[in-house]
């Protein structure tokens, strides 16, 4: 009977790794050497499809970087173990039913890594991304900043109903002089500067983009710190954002880039540490990373905490398993288990916010809060998430962590059909795998 059973998997994992998914149609980026005018990839184009493709696997290229070196011994994964989730059958939002590769292959993704307990379960790369790529996680960094943040927290260096601005003196006069740092953590700080993908003549494309070093404006790069007013992203925090007074600071969820800026200032300000050393020394330096992260600069050089993070898929899935399992990882605790608990502590406010907001109505989010987004908190089930389809996805009930990356050509999540067709599979699976 063994060998039986050993030559149907024999098979079965030929069949696997034989499947083949038609890409998208486009002409592929970055095509000869040097390449040709029409698949340049540049800064002006870097977030376009399929530009996409080769900038965010290859972030450094067109911006600014520093380095978070990985440190200790690698936590070593073995080969995964569930090679069949390949063609696990679930729904699409068409009602059709297809392989779980092939519905993450028709949205765009670039790798999918599934782990439940401490083994993978399943690992697919697309297109000419690898296990060894870095990928850009866009917003899925607010939540690896506001979970180092914890510790600051715990160590009682910071109180979250104080304002920002009693750390922070030059956030005085500004937005966020009158809200509190809880507030910030939540998107609750109605600050009169509202977050735009499309709108080329706002403030977020005019002013902050280009201080931030990860949106192109015509001569932007040129601008020199001795004649700009707004030269990095804390010029902008502190001298450009002002308060809305026709809203009240908590009253609302307003999904805003700008708080997990104050975030990091504030890790920076408090630790005496640059951002990025201060990622090293207590994350990434313990979570048995198989790669150095990198996190991109603003045009000032200081790390774009906002969405500025790189990582290989596998090392964005260590640091999810540590987060699901309450803060502790591979035998060393990293996080208190106190402050990751705080996440799906959700409140009737915050659930009300998240309601009230008509952008995510129509979404699967219950709340928002310490910057991770809430789908159900009573199973541990919430995600971080960033534009074009990045998504670190726990589900505690099911003792499960998902990490995909995309290029998928829309940016923002809501109501975006190929960001919806994969978190809705993600789920569907998770639900199979805790029975």
């Known amino acids: 009977m063994q060998p039986t059973c050993s030559l149907l998997g024999a098979i079965l994992l030929m069949a696997i790794s034989s499947l083949s998914f038609s890409q998208p149609n486009h002409q592929e980026p970055m095509q000869g050497v040097p390449p040709s ?80 307990g401490q083994k993978v379960l399943h690992e697919r790369y697309f297109g000419d991304f690898s296990q060894h790529d870095a990928h850009i996680w866009f917003s899925m960094s607010k939540s690896l900043a506001s979970t180092a943040f914890g510790l600051l927290v715990d160590q009682g260096l910071v109180d979250l109903q104080a304002s920002p601005a009693k750390y922070i003196p030059e956030l ?22 509202h977050e735009t993908y499309t709108n080329l003549d706002s403030d977020f494309a005019r002013y902050y983009a280009p201080a931030l070093n990860m949106g192109w404006m015509p001569d932007a790069a040129d601008v020199q710190p001795d004649n700009a007013e707004i030269y990095g992203v804390h010029d902008f925090l502190g001298r450009f954002i002002k308060p809305d007074p026709g809203r009240v600071p908590g009253d609302n969820f307003d999904y805003n880039s700008a708080n997990a800026d104050v975030l990091g200032w504030l890790i920076a300000r408090l630790s005496g540490q640059s951002f990025q050393d201060y990622i090293e020394d207590n994350i990434w330096s313990k979570i048995g990373a198989e790669h150095d992260a990198y996190i991109l600069v603003d045009r000032a ?46 409140s009737e406010r915050l659930l009300a916010n998240m309601q009230a907001n008509t952008k995510y109505q129509n979404e699967s989010w219950s709340a928002y809060h310490n910057m991770w987004w809430i789908l159900d908190a009573t199973a541990g089930e919430y995600c971080a998430v960033g534009i074009h389809g990045q998504v670190i996805y726990i589900n505690r009930r099911a003792d499960i962590v998902m990490v995909w990356f995309s290029s998928q050509p829309g940016a923002a999540s809501p109501g975006n059909p190929n ?17």
């Open 301 to 346: 050089y200081m790390p774009a905490v906002t969405g500025g993070m790189n990582s290989t898929a596998r090392d964005a899935l260590r640091f999810g398993m540590m987060v699901r399992d309450r803060g502790e990882y591979n035998g060393q605790r990293i996080i208190p288990a106190s402050w990751i608990d705080a996440t799906i502590d959700v």
């Open 172 to 193: 005085v006069g500004s937005g966020f002089e009158r809200v509190s740092i809880q507030q910030v953590l939540d998107h609750g700080t109605s600050i009169d500067f």
């Open 37 to 116: 005018r029409e698949s340049q990839v540049t800064m002006a184009n870097y977030r376009d499809y399929p530009a996409s493709r080769w900038a965010f696997r290859n972030t450094g290229a067109p911006m600014h970087m520093v380095m978070i070196p990985r440190g200790g011994n690698i936590r070593q994964f073995a080969k995964p173990g569930r090679p069949e989730l390949a063609g696990f059958k679930v729904v699409d939002l068409q009602g059709k039913s297809k392989g779980l590769d092939q519905i993450f292959n028709d949205n765009y993704a670039d790798g999918l890594v599934i782990a439940q």
């Open 419 to 435: 960001f919806r067709a994969k978190l809705q599979a993600a789920r569907q699976l998770a639900v199979s795998l805790s029975q």
